[in-house]
């Protein structure tokens, strides 16, 4: 039996090892680009019947028209974020899947080793042992012992980021429009919690609400020395507005795993070029600013988990079956779609 042709867009190795290991066990053969997905590129999906994506591609119209033409008809991202991609357009054309949890404790345990990094320094310190110097001044650093910690988001990831803030002792208040229920969370509006925290984790999707929800306005009603961590979608954050606050000194620091503007940037080499960005080259320039490029998932455990999703996914379509993993506009902006997880979108 001849298996199903699957595009795979924007491939890196950390990728293959599992689905390669994976795909054996599936009807499918995976056809791999270094590609991204685009409107130009989508044409690489000839003969194809599906297509893997992943959040940072350019699902708009133009790829979708042009994915549809080629005969593909669903599209399986390798990622729990979708802000990428043009559901209504989609609508009618071309079913979208996701990988809705694939590692919570990865992003969590990282978002803490982010906080504790910058918190005390230790990139630093490596950075001078590495070089024999073995002189400590300018390493001090803060307990998170008995402070207070602001959790925006409390689904999967940032309950299990609550649960680990609590084992350092840290005092947890919470913000998010839909309360999970029976917990002891103690919930507060967003205003209470940026006046109350004296750190700010993010982990909420990036919706039209929560587009820049860390801004000027904001970050004036933190506290002076606050510290912000994001480790879930980088528009959450105007970075223009970060830029100025640090170096005004109203925040104290920044752990950042994404970025406003990362798609053209974030999982390539650009070591040997001068970055046209001037926002990030002046965050990146800053000693109480970390970044990293979006690794937060990066563990065994979730490449194996997103592996495995999107190829079950994929089966679904294929066989026929319910689709659990299924999103279209009317899921994400009216929440009217008619298949509960249950029937198909359309």
């Not at 950390?14 to 409107?39: A, Q, T």
């Not at 950075?127 to 402070?147: K, S, V």
């Not at 379509?317 to 198909?344: M, Q, S």
Request: charged fraction near 25%; include cysteine.
């Amino acid at each position: 039996m001849e298996k199903i042709k699957i595009a795979f867009f924007d491939a890196k190795p950390y990728d293959k090892i599992w689905f390669d290991k994976l795909v054996e066990n599936y009807p499918f053969r995976l056809k791999y680009y270094e590609n991204r997905l685009e409107g130009d590129t989508a044409v690489l999906a000839r003969g194809c019947s599906g297509a893997i994506a992943f959040v940072n591609d350019t699902i708009d119209a133009a790829a979708i028209d042009a994915l549809y033409n080629e005969g593909v008809r669903v599209i399986a991202m390798r990622s729990a974020g979708y802000n990428n991609i043009d559901f209504k357009h989609a609508f009618g054309k071309v079913h979208v899947l996701r990988v809705p949890a694939y590692s919570p404790n990865a992003v969590a345990e990282y978002a803490i080793a982010l906080l504790l990094m910058l918190i005390r320094k230790t990139h630093r310190a490596y950075g001078r042992t590495r070089d024999h110097n073995f002189n400590i001044n300018g390493l001090q650093g803060i307990n998170l012992y008995g402070r207070t910690i602001g959790i925006v988001g409390t689904g999967k990831i940032g309950r299990i980021f609550i649960d680990i803030c609590k084992g350092f002792g840290m005092e947890v208040v919470a913000y998010d429009p839909f309360p999970a229920k029976d917990t002891d969370i103690r919930y507060v509006t967003f205003e209470e919690l940026c006046r109350i925290s004296d750190i700010i984790s993010l982990h909420c999707p990036l919706t039209k609400e929560t587009h820049h929800i860390v801004n000027k306005k904001s970050i004036a009603d933190m506290k002076d020395g606050a510290i912000l961590v994001n480790t879930s979608r980088g528009a959450l954050i105007d970075s223009g507005d970060l830029l100025a606050a640090l170096k005004s000194k109203k925040l104290q620091g920044a752990a950042l795993d994404v970025y406003e503007e990362e798609t053209d940037l974030f999982f390539e080499d650009f070591s040997g070029t001068i970055i046209d960005d001037d926002t990030l080259t002046m965050l990146l320039s800053l000693p109480n600013v970390l970044i990293t490029s979006h690794q937060a998932f990066l563990t065994d455990e979730a490449l194996q988990n997103i592996a495995e999703t999107t190829l079950d996914n994929l089966k679904a379509f294929f066989d026929g079956a319910p689709l659990a993993n299924e999103i279209c506009y009317r899921c994400v902006k009216e929440g009217t779609c008619r298949k509960d997880h249950v029937a198909r979108c359309f």
